[in-house]
């Protein structure tokens, strides 16, 4: 049997709607390696990483007869794995508190420590963050949501969200200098 992960995403997304199984696979098998690192930046194991996308894929299925073709069909994919992720992690209450603090700033050395560290290794450093600090991270920083959006999403208020960014930013560096230095 042929792959389908080459033909183009109208073909495979009209297979989709019509429940075709083999379209259903190449459709998982184009876009599931690159969702799969989505979930892994807010999933703090392999595990639950999978369990997302697996959840991610069943409401994909569910709702493409909804995709609507005025933007990215990719981008589509990663707004329901992105929302996936957030509702994993409030089924299971595992957003930490969230409190205000004062932002400090270390970007200097961060950015030193960044050009030393491989994509893999900056991935496990992200993903070891405290559940709340890596979910406003990845919003904020790779998914470039604001802030305000960030607290609408996660039921907070948009200076929690900014205080989870900072606190989050510090958090990184100090792993980054950690590896940096050998610790």
Same mark, same amino acid.
């Given at each position: 049997?042929?792959?389908?992960? $080459?033909?183009?995403?109208?073909?495979?997304?009209?297979?989709?709607?019509?429940?075709?199984?083999?379209?259903?696979?190449?459709?998982?098998?184009?876009?599931?390696?690159?969702?799969?690192?989505?979930?892994? &930046?807010? !999933?703090?194991? =392999?595990?639950?990483?999978?369990?997302?996308?697996?959840?991610?894929?069943?409401?994909?299925f569910?709702?493409?007869?909804? $995709?609507k !073709?005025?933007?990215?069909?990719?981008?589509?994919?990663?707004?329901?794995?992105?929302?996936?992720?957030?509702?994993? $992690?409030?089924?299971?209450n595992?957003?930490?508190?969230?409190?205000?603090?004062?932002?400090?700033?270390?970007?200097?050395?961060?950015?030193?420590?960044?050009?030393?560290?491989?994509?893999?290794?900056?991935?496990?450093?992200?993903?070891?963050?405290?559940?709340?600090?890596?979910?406003? $991270?990845?919003?904020?920083?790779?998914?470039?949501?604001?802030?305000? =959006?960030?607290?609408?999403?996660?039921?907070?208020?948009?200076?929690?969200?900014?205080?989870?960014?900072?606190?989050?930013?510090?958090?990184?560096?100090?792993?980054?200098?950690?590896? &940096?230095?050998?610790?």
């Open positions: 049997m042929e792959s389908n992960l $080459f033909e183009p995403d109208s073909y495979i997304i009209e297979g989709c709607i019509l429940g075709n199984p083999r379209m259903q696979k190449a459709l998982y098998e184009k876009f599931s390696p690159k969702m799969y690192g989505v979930c892994l &930046r807010y !999933a703090g194991n =392999e595990d639950d990483a999978k369990d997302i996308l697996q959840d991610s894929f069943i409401k994909i569910k709702n493409i007869s909804r $995709f !073709a005025t933007g990215s069909f990719e981008g589509w994919i990663r707004r329901i794995v992105v929302n996936t992720a957030i509702e994993h $992690f409030r089924k299971k595992n957003l930490t508190a969230f409190n205000e603090i004062t932002e400090e700033k270390k970007e200097d050395e961060a950015a030193n420590g960044l050009d030393k560290l491989e994509a893999k290794e900056l991935m496990a450093i992200i993903q070891s963050l405290p559940n709340g600090y890596r979910t406003v $991270f990845n919003l904020y920083a790779i998914e470039g949501y604001t802030h305000k =959006e960030i607290g609408e999403i996660l039921n907070i208020n948009e200076g929690t969200s900014k205080s989870q960014y900072a606190r989050a930013k510090i958090w990184l560096q100090e792993k980054i200098k950690d590896h &940096r230095y050998g610790e």
